[in-house]
């Protein structure tokens, strides 16, 4: 069971890497938007998701407002308009947070 531990581990910290990278990656580009229009530009989570899935985005807001429209307009559109940058670094910084290894309580000496 360690070795598979380890491996799922080392995964998700893997992938809360790539994901605080996109975070940063999301602030430069609206830093530069920013610098650029003379006021501040912050990207939406909606419109970095429809950016990279624009035809998943697409049929869930369609499936979620014909199932639930109630959820999709008071919980979802409200994290939709989440900054991307925030959201991407919150995410990445969470799942290194699980990836780490647990440590022992404080008993008695291992000698």
């Known amino acids: 069971m360690g070795l598979e531990s380890a491996m799922l581990r080392l995964i998700v910290r893997f992938l809360g890497l790539l994901l605080l990278a996109g975070g940063f990656a999301a602030l430069i580009v609206d830093g530069t938007r920013s610098l650029a229009g ?62 780490r290894k647990r440590r022992r309580p404080i008993d008695y000496p291992l000698r």
Do not use: C
């Open 38 to 99: 003379d006021g501040l530009h912050v990207t939406p989570l909606s419109e970095g998701a429809a950016d990279l899935f624009p035809a998943q985005m697409k049929a869930f807001r369609i499936a979620l407002e014909q199932k639930a429209p109630q959820i999709w307009g008071s919980v979802v559109f409200a994290l939709l308009l989440a900054p991307l940058s925030l959201t991407l670094t919150g995410l990445g910084g969470l799942l290194i947070a699980l990836s």
